[in-house]
């Protein structure tokens, strides 16, 4: 079992910036690639971006060059700095770690403001 624990969502301006992060614990051995996916509303759940435990990453082409996916393996933790955000990146995001199962975080709302 993974339990994950995102933090760092809010209602920010277009433009401004936020900083999720996603803590894991558990059996934390057991995972390989973390990541985030958001869910706007009537939506399906989308990949934003993914990060291999040796630091290979995966975007959305709708976030490459704003967004940007950082691992902390000694503490376990998954971070996603997000930076020129535009009102379409409103969702609930959530975090993700795969293992032998994937697991979810509860999710953290962000709200761009136009």
């Known amino acids: 079992q993974v339990r994950l624990v995102e933090s760092g969502g809010g209602l920010v301006q277009a433009g401004g910036s936020l900083r999720l992060s996603c803590g894991a614990s558990g059996n934390i051995f057991s995972i390989n690639a973390m990541g985030w996916y958001r869910q706007a509303p009537g939506l399906g759940r989308e990949l934003v971006a993914s990060?291999?435990?040796?630091?290979?990453?995966i975007y959305a082409d709708s976030v490459k060059g704003r967004f940007t996916i950082s691992r902390d393996n000694a503490k376990n933790t998954v971070f996603l700095q997000m930076n020129s955000l535009k009102p379409e990146d409103t969702a609930v995001y959530y975090c993700r770690a795969d293992s032998k199962l994937p697991y979810w975080g509860q999710g953290t709302q962000v709200t761009v403001s136009s």
């Open positions: 990060i291999t435990r040796g630091g290979i990453t």
